[in-house]
Structures are given as C-alpha cells and as structure tokens.
C-alpha cells in the first residue's frame, strides 16, 4: 500500500520559498496561512542548509491524539486530514505538533483563532472530491486527479520530494550513492562532475 | 503420589510457562511506530537532517573528523547542522510568523503525554471520587444539624457587596469547570454518546463561554481577594481548629473567628494560590496574540488543567459543606444573615465580637421587615 | 484415595492436550502486532471519499496506487539527465 511521505534533501534545497508559493497559489489560502514555509538552519554560517517543512503527516500524529472534539483522521495512504466543520479552533494540535503545521486564520479580536488549516498533502478534506466546498475550505484535491503535492512537482532543484514513500526513499537514497552526503557535498569536482569526483563516489560506494 | 509422574508434571508445567513468558516478551517488544516514540522524532524521515554527531563549527573547525577517501570536499567547511542547533532554536525564515523559524519543537510531546496520559486519568479519578466521598459521607452522618433551636435573632455574615462578588466568582466559576470539563473529557465521556457535530457544537459554544467568562472570573477573584482578606488571616487558633479537624471527629466544634480554618485553608489554598495560578495561565492560553511560545501554551496550559482540576475537587467540598453539609450555611451566603444560634455554633468568637461591638453585626441596610438587629432581643425569647 | 487415583490418570491424559493448547495460545503472543497508532480510529466525522473514487480512476484502488508510484518516480531526474546508470545500481 503506498504511504504517502515528504522528504526535504537539505543538500538541494536553495531557500528559493517556490513550494511556499506553489502551495499558497494552488490553494488560495487565506492571508498569514502558510501550509509550508521554509527554515534555514545556521543563516549566513559555515555549512547553512534549507529545508522546506509543513506537515509531515506523521504515524503517530501528535495533533490527532489531542484534539479535544477528534476531528481529525487519517487516509489509507497515511494522510492526516480534518474536519473543518468540527474543528473549534482551540489551539491545541498547534501546541503539540512539532513542525508547526497547524495554522489558525485569526477569526476576531485578541487573536482569536479560526479554524485550523493545515497541509492536506493536497488530498482536500471530508468533503465531496474537487466540490467548491472541498477546495473553498481544504484546496484542491490533486490526489483524487492522480497528482502529487504541488510543492514537491514544483521544487526547482527537487529537494523536496514527495509521493509513495518507498519511491522517494529510493530516489533520495540513489542521491546519497552518487553524491554523498553532508560535507562530502562540496567542490568544484562535485559540482562541475570531473572524474575525480566520481572516483570519489565509486570509493565511497564500495566502502 | 508416584514421584516421577509427579516431576514430569512439574516440567510439563515450567516448559508451558516458559514459552508463554517468552513469546509475550517476544510480542511486546515495542512496535516501531509505539506510542511511546522519542519527543524529538515522532515519525518522520530521518533523512532530511541527520544529526550526525561531529564537532561544531564556530568560526574555524577545530577537530575536522576525516572525510572519505577521494572526496574533493574542503574538510571541516561544509559540516550540516548539528541536531541541537535544529532543535527548538530559532533560525532563519523568509515565513514571517510565531516561531515559524523554528524547525522542531518538542515540547508539544512532552506536554502531550502528561496532558492525555496522567492528566485525563487522575484528573478525572479525582473528580469522580471526591463527589462520590461527599455523598458518601452525607449518606452516613447527614448535614451537621444545630444543637440548639433557632434564637429568632439574626445576625448579618455577609453585605450585599460580598455576596455579589462570591456569587459571580461561584457562577463563573461552574460555567467555567463545566466547559473545561468538555475539552478535556468530553471526548471520552459525551462524544461517543451524542456524535461528533453535536459534540462540536457543544465544545465550540463551551470555549467561547470559557473565553468570555474567564476574564470575568479572574475580576472577580481579586475583588474577592481584598473583600475577604481580613478575616482570612490565620491566627493560633485557627492551628488547633485544623489539628481537630474543627471538631468533626469529636463532635466539638472549636470556636473561631468570622471564618474558621477549614474556611481560611479554602481561601488561601484554592482561591488564591489556585485562583492566581489558573487565571494567569488561562491568560496566557487566552490571547494568541501575546506571541506566547508554544512550549509556555504547552506549560500553561498543563498548570491550567490540572489546578483546575484540583480547584474543582476542592470546590466540590466547599459546595458540599456550604450547602446541604452544614444546616443554614446556605442562607448566610445567600440572604446574608444568619441564626444567632448558628452564630455561637460555628463561630463564636465572631459572634462575641459583633455582640460586643467590636464588629458591627449590622453593616448594610436591612430589609424591611425581614430580621431583628442582632442586639434587639426577639419577642418571646428566654 | 481411588478417587484421587482416577483424577491423577485423567490429568495425565489430558496434561499433553494442556500443554499444547497452552503453548498454542502462547505462542499466538507472537503474532503481529498492531501497528496502528490508538489514534486513528477515533474519528467518527464525515466519510471522506478515497482518493481512487472518482470518474478517473473508477474505484481502482491498484490502477490509482501504480499511477501514483510512476508519478512519484518522475521526481528523479537521474532518469532524464542521465542515461548512465550510478555505480550502485
């Protein structure tokens, strides 16, 4: 059965917010709803990555276990999903997610919060596929149309991938094979693929 | 009994035992994805940003670890990110927004494993057994009674002023506990029941009751605070009353002032230790737009719930004692008088003190007609 | 004493069918374990219609998932880049 994951290659990833635009544009979310952001880690520093984050839409998903009115469920492909229309706007997946996926539109004075929007991985929600309501309250729906996240099938670079979750394993794992990983990421040799950089990834392939 | 049956018999016994242990510890080695996953990693692909463990990078490395043979790298200047430079700090987001430039949080976790585990499971122990010890008691021994009969005169224990003020505290404080009581055990006890829209509708207009309610309440408590702290000063008697349980267990009462201890404990423990606590938290949960972090939302919100919960079980005996536990409590706080007798009974020194003049027994306007000046002997008394 | 007799022969007979009964349930402790988190089966809103329940895909649970899996492969450009394959395939 597929499981449907999100990986971000922090190798490849250069900061460029297309996945943050892509999400916002394919589903018109409302003003200060970010779905997804990206976070650069050591700005300006020595050995700076980018990584794009929104739900991860986790096994044990820790919003799921403490919403206090269960609104939200899972897919058969492992998304996490809710219900708008029960959701009460309490804050609480906002506290115990730990990417900080869950986005409340201010609903009133004092910051009041609204109903929690969040990434769908682009599968809608509890209403009728691709229906004016599914996309006025959840996006559209570009599962049901046989399409990945627009984010991942937007990524320039394609750091962030997403899909069936053995697929991107295995992509990302290819990657690792060829390149390597972390600081062995670097160099002219690397970049411009001269033949000492793939000496240098057929030792480490054998190693 | 023939000793060879009897030995293979027992080995029969310890070979069955020891498949059964160990096929259940076999079968409880914990699943991958188990509950109890590590705060800082529930579930995601730990490929993304692998905390490899190496030295730090200030400005220049000091320990370069070695890199694989061949590698073009410059070594020590393209290290990722250590885990804990990720982890709950603030980095760089184009994002503008609370802690969007936080990568991981985990404090979510940790609040999420007290708050369903043993917050929902003793919390709701405490609230279903106090009520059922309250009943319990007033089954067996019933309401203390008063001894003598009612002397006819009465006696004002609190002006309109204070009654208002304990009365919006009370009723703010019921809608309060009841509304919270859905949020955290609602979808345990109601949801099942009546379905989750009606549930939604019910937990939706409960939270905005609790919101709206909730500053008043926390008015109330101060004005209440300065209303009644004078008489709430502990005194050396107010020792011995608590050391004799004020007299529960000999049948005794032991004289006190206008409150006694059981009454100063209330008020010092529940409404202002617990009342402070649980109204600066619920502050912090109340307004968003405080730009709180989500780990503090996390600790006020545990603080919040389980003070609450301790608030609401010793609420549950004030209530008790106050109404159908004591014969005219209720009356004191209701009309605002009471019983001379009731007076000598359960609060003799203060009764002295409004006889002797020191405490005016009469501090607002009596209703017409309604009672007797506390000095004024009643019509066929004696 | 012949009473006890009898018991002990009956016990006998029947401690082989015991252990084995007892060593079957034992050992069913050994069968998998759920791996579903407690959590997912709370929800009791709205069905949401599944993914391969439309016009497109007709129900075809395996037709939308080998869609998915063959989308999810165009994301690695290696296969469009570059014909060779990398040393480790």
Known sequence: MARMKFICDAERCIECNGCVTACKSEHEVPWGVNRRRVVTVNDGKVGERSISVACMHCTDAPCMAVCPVDCFYKTEEGVVLHDKDLCIGCGYCFYACPFGAPQFPQAGAFGLRGKMDKCTFCAGGPEVDNSAEEIKKYGRNRLSEGKLPACAEMCSTKALLGGDGEVIASIYQQRVKRRGKGEEVWGWAMAYNRKDAKSAAKQEVKA | ?382 | MIGAGRWQQNARRAAPVLVFAVSVLGLSGCGEIDQKAKTEKIYSGKKDAEAYDNTKFAGDKSKWESAMVERSKTQNEYNRTDTKKPAAN
């Open chain 2, 1 to 382: 009994m023939n000793s060879k049956f009897r030995n293979r018999w027992v080995l029969q016994l310890v070979s069955v035992a020891a498949v059964i242990v160990a096929a259940n510890v076999f079968a409880q080695t914990p699943a991958p994805t188990a509950v109890t996953a590590p705060a800082n990693a529930p579930v995601v692909t730990p490929l993304v940003v692998a905390p490899i463990a190496q030295t730090p990078i200030v400005e220049a490395p000091k320990v370069i670890p070695p890199l694989p043979a061949g590698s073009t790298a410059a070594p020590g200047w393209n290290l990722p990110p250590k885990w804990s430079d990720v982890e709950s700090t603030g980095q760089y987001a184009s994002v503008r927004g609370r802690e969007t430039n936080v990568l991981v949080e985990d404090s979510g976790q940790w609040w999420r494993s007290l708050r369903n585990g043993p917050l929902t499971f003793y919390g709701g122990i405490i609230l279903l057994v106090i009520p059922a010890v309250l009943l319990t008691f007033f089954a067996i021994k019933g309401p203390f009674r008063l001894h003598d009969k009612l002397s006819g005169r009465l006696v004002e224990r609190f002006n309109s002023a204070e009654r208002m003020v304990h009365w919006t505290m009370a009723f703010s404080f019921v809608a309060l506990a009841f509304t919270g009581i859905t949020i955290l055990f609602g979808k345990h006890l109601l949801l099942p029941i009546i379905g989750p829209a009606a549930f939604s509708w019910i937990t939706v207009i409960g939270k905005n009751i609790h919101n709206f309610v909730g500053p008043l309440f926390v008015f109330s408590i101060i004005a209440f605070f300065f209303m009644y702290v004078k008489d709430n000063i502990f005194t050396g008697r107010d020792f011995t009353w608590l050391s004799k349980f004020g007299g529960l267990l000999s049948g005794n009462h032991v004289p006190s002032g206008r409150f006694n201890g059981g009454e100063k404990m209330w008020f010092w423990m529940s409404i202002v230790l617990f009342g402070i606590l649980v109204s600066v938290s619920g502050l912090l949960l109340l307004f968003p737009n405080w730009n709180t972090s989500r780990e503090l939302m996390a600790q006020s919100n545990l603080i919040h719930a389980s003070l609450a919960t301790l608030f609401m079980a010793t609420s549950l005996g004030h209530i008790y004692i106050g109404t159908i536990g004591t014969e005219g409590a209720f009356q004191g706080m209701k009309e605002g008088y009471v019983d001379e007798t009731w007076a000598k009974e359960h609060h003799a020194l203060w009764l002295e003190e409004v006889k002797s003049g020191k405490r005016s027994g009469m501090r607002s306007g009596m209703p017409a007609g309604k009672a007797i000046a506390a000095s004024q002997p009643a019509a066929g008394d004696d």
